[in-house]
């Protein structure tokens, strides 16, 4: 019997081109910056978890697609994440 029914964010790769994909819809400010908050909300909104919005920013740096400021208040796109939408 189950009474969850599985995340589809529960694969990590899946998550982070969830989370570029959202990244990607949101309107970059000042120097290509896009505020954590611009992408955690959405992210939470299609279903996610909060560990698994962490999960995906970590597996999304790993990949070399965003970089995360030191203050974790914005993301940017990499040169190399710039192949996933050409």
Excluded: C
Excluded at 41 to 49: A, N, Q
Excluded at 57 to 70: D, I, K, Q, T
Aim: hydrophobic share 45%; charged share 25%; no cysteine.
């Amino acid at each position: 019997m189950k009474f969850v029914e599985p995340s589809h964010f529960i694969d990590p790769d899946h998550a982070a081109r969830k989370l570029i994909e959202i990244a990607n819809a949101v309107e970059a400010v000042q120097d290509g910056r896009i505020y954590i908050e611009r992408v955690n909300g959405p992210f939470l909104d299609e279903g996610g978890t909060p560990d698994q919005f962490r999960s995906a920013r970590a597996r999304a740096m790993s990949l070399g697609w965003l970089w995360l400021h030191e203050s974790g208040t914005y993301v940017k796109f990499t040169p190399a994440d710039a192949e996933l939408f050409a």
